[in-house]
């Protein structure tokens, strides 16, 4: 596709990730480590095509509403370092995805990104994702100030 969109000088590229792709979580380094590789890719991506006007946009959902979590199998060993993390961890997120955010609204989001003259490059969705990335935009900043 890339071949024909810069011969087009046009396109718009749209990589669903998670808010996980810029937050670490115990328990799901393998899920949360895919999730900062495709940020990585985008944005390199978009450094890389923007010369041909080609866009590359990140959705980054928080957890949305499916039964996804209460379907898991329980793989954690009895005797596990980790049984008391991992069991809080999946019991919150199974109580986040039956609040979660609507799917509708991940594909609300999608429509309105490509649809935008200039899109951003990153849109978070869901409040719960807003939420996870305050604190870290507020240490950021901190960060910046003291430099």
């Known amino acids: 596709m ?8 046009s396109g718009i590229i749209v990589n ?7 937050i670490g979580f115990p328990v799901t380094p393998a899920y949360i480590s895919s999730k900062f590789a495709l940020e ?13 006007n080609i866009k590359t946009i990140i959705i980054e959902p928080g957890v949305v509403k499916t039964n996804l979590f ?19 961890v999946m019991q919150g997120l199974i109580m986040m995805s039956q609040m979660g955010t ?9 429509i309105n990104a490509v649809s935008s003259e200039n899109p951003l490059p990153r849109y978070p969705v869901g ?7 305050r604190p870290r935009r507020a240490r950021l900043t901190l960060s910046l100030k003291i430099i």
């Open 102 to 110: 609507p799917a509708q609204e991940v594909a609300r989001t999608i």
């Open 2 to 9: 890339l071949p024909t969109m810069r011969a087009q000088k």
């Open 40 to 52: 990585g890719l985008s944005e390199s991506m978009r450094y890389e095509l923007a010369p041909f």
């Open 70 to 88: 209460a379907s898991l199998k329980k793989t954690t060993k009895p005797d596990s370092v980790y049984k008391d993390i991992t069991e809080k």
């Open 127 to 133: 409040n719960d994702a807003i939420m996870f990335l």
């Open 16 to 22: 669903v990730s998670s808010v996980a792709g810029r």
